[in-house]
């Protein structure tokens, strides 16, 4: 059955600079990939979708991308700032349309 | 409403009671799913369902766990006989069908269960 792994120790980024967040599955790669921003507190908001066909897609700072050979998406914030602290996931469906989530990286900008 | 409400917010119930946690899915998404979230960690799957098929179960981590979904639209999560371990928050999420294998989830505010 499908896996996600993603780091589970916090990332910790300066204020400004790029946070990249790794997401690797372990079967075949899906025709989509999904990633989620999780508050303390409350559920995960839905952020991008990148398609398996699609290297990159970009959303104002956010960028993610999608290596199928690698089995592998990053998912990039560029001039970060302390709001954008909070838990990402990224998410795929399996065989059967269920929706398989990583557990998270938890990511810290600090000023 | 426009989003998925779950209640109640909050639940504190006394060991051994029984409680059900409601979901109510944005009208016309056909799939429906429920995890369990324990601080700091990863989202849990419990249950899913998808339109008129048999739920996928295979996440109830006993048999005091059970769900319902009535009419393919409103689910009650039940945990009968409640444990300490089974105080977490409990997350109903549910996705439209018209999207196909893109479409993405739309997660209700959980329900933060206390067991004393």
């Known amino acids: 059955s499908q896996k996600i792994e993603q780091n589970s120790e916090a990332l910790n980024i300066q204020e400004g600079k790029t946070a990249t967040l790794t997401c690797n599955y372990t079967?075949?790669?899906?025709?989509?990939l999904q990633w989620y921003r999780q508050d303390p507190g409350r559920g995960p908001v839905f952020l991008l979708l990148?398609?398996?066909n699609e290297k990159e897609k970009r959303k104002e700072r956010l960028k993610v991308t999608f290596d199928t050979t690698l089995k592998q998406s990053l998912f990039h914030i560029t001039a970060s700032q302390p709001a954008d602290s909070a838990t990402y996931l990224c998410?795929?469906?399996?065989?059967?349309?269920?929706?398989?989530w990583g557990a998270g990286t938890k990511l810290i900008i600090k000023p | 409403g426009a989003g998925v409400s779950q209640s109640p917010s909050n639940k504190v119930t006394e060991k051994g009671k029984d409680v059900e946690l409601r979901c109510d899915p944005i009208?016309?998404?056909?799939?429906l799913y429920w995890y369990r979230q324990s601080l700091g960690q990863g989202l849990e799957f419990l249950i899913y369902?998808?339109?008129?098929?048999?739920?996928?179960k295979s996440g109830l981590p006993s048999d005091r766990f059970s769900a319902e979904r009535t009419g393919g639209s409103v689910s009650t999560l039940t945990i009968q006989r409640t444990q300490q371990e089974d105080s977490a928050v409990y997350l109903c999420?549910?996705?439209?069908?018209?999207?196909?294998?893109?479409?993405?989830?739309?997660f209700g505010q959980g329900t933060r269960l206390t067991v004393v």
């Open positions: 998410a795929l469906r399996d065989s059967n349309y269920q929706l398989i």
């Open positions: 079967n075949y790669s899906p025709a989509y």
């Open positions: 990148i398609r398996e």
């Open positions: 009208s016309g998404h056909t799939a």
């Open positions: 369902f998808q339109g008129n098929s048999a739920p996928d």
């Open positions: 999420a549910s996705t439209p069908s018209s999207t196909g294998w893109s479409a993405e989830a739309f």
